[in-house]
């Protein structure tokens, strides 16, 4: 069964303090993942599409990696205005968009 | 450039009734993915349309049913509600166009309505 696991659940930071969101996946046949990042009371932003193995997508403070298993988001020096929730997203051989449950990120100033 | 737009934001509804919710798309789309995200969680896949018809469709009963029209706005409907239907319903556009249908998928990014927070009492 296809799945999309993230972790961690939550992620504490001190402003300046990078790190990294974990998003592992098994699906058959991947036709792209997604990153998205979710303020609350507010819809899914988009943020990175990844198709391939070893390719990377850079945005300003953040990076995505993917891997033929996971992906990675990468966040350099993150500010306060970083905290959100950001979700990972794999879409399979049809037109299903698989989301991860997400990670909630804090950062303290 | 106007984008996802979802109505009503708020709705409170009581066990049994039915309610629809309406979405347009992002100019330029043609693809409308509905979703549905309990607090914490993350969205979960209602059903998508395409062409003013249901192309897929995830583990949700017939009571979630749906359409869409041909401006491509959709509407997503719910009979005979439920305490467990309580959550964000979501609505995503995406442009598939003719390149994608003969490839026979897309990898174009969805964009996100803010959603309808429906309350069931």
């Known amino acids: 069964e296809d799945q999309v696991t993230q972790s961690p659940e939550a992620l504490r930071l001190q402003e300046g303090e990078s790190s990294s969101l974990n998003c592992s996946y098994t699906?058959?046949?991947?036709?792209?993942l997604f990153w998205y990042r979710q303020d609350p009371g507010k819809g899914p932003e988009f943020l990175f599409t990844?198709?391939?193995a070893g390719e990377e997508k850079e945005k300003e403070r953040l990076k995505a990696t993917l891997t033929k298993k996971e992906s990675f988001l990468h966040i350099t020096a993150p500010k306060p205005e970083d905290s959100a929730t950001y979700l990972c997203?794999?879409?399979?051989?049809?037109?299903?968009?698989?989301f991860g449950a997400g990670t909630r990120l804090f950062v303290k100033a | 450039d106007a984008g996802v737009t979802q109505s009503p934001t708020h709705l409170i509804k009581t066990r049994g009734q039915q309610v629809t919710l309406r979405c347009s798309p992002k100019?330029?789309?043609?693809?409308v993915s509905w979703y549905q995200q309990a607090l914490g969680q993350g969205p979960q896949f209602i059903f998508q349309?395409?062409?003013?018809?249901?192309?897929q469709r995830g583990n949700f009963p017939d009571r979630f049913s749906g359409h869409q029209f041909p401006n491509y706005s959709s509407e997503l409907n719910v009979n005979a509600l439920l305490l467990g239907d309580s959550a964000l319903y979501l609505c995503?556009?995406?442009?598939?166009?003719?390149?994608?249908?003969?490839?026979?998928?897309?990898?174009?990014?969805?964009?996100f309505g803010d959603g309808t927070r429906l309350s069931i009492l």
């Open positions: 995503a556009s995406s442009f598939f166009g003719s390149d994608a249908a003969s490839l026979g998928h897309s990898n174009q990014p969805q964009h």
């Open positions: 699906v058959s046949g991947l036709r792209g």
């Open positions: 990844l198709y391939s």
């Open positions: 997203a794999v879409r399979t051989g049809g037109f299903k968009t698989i």
């Open positions: 100019s330029g789309h043609d693809t």
């Open positions: 349309y395409y062409e003013e018809e249901e192309r």
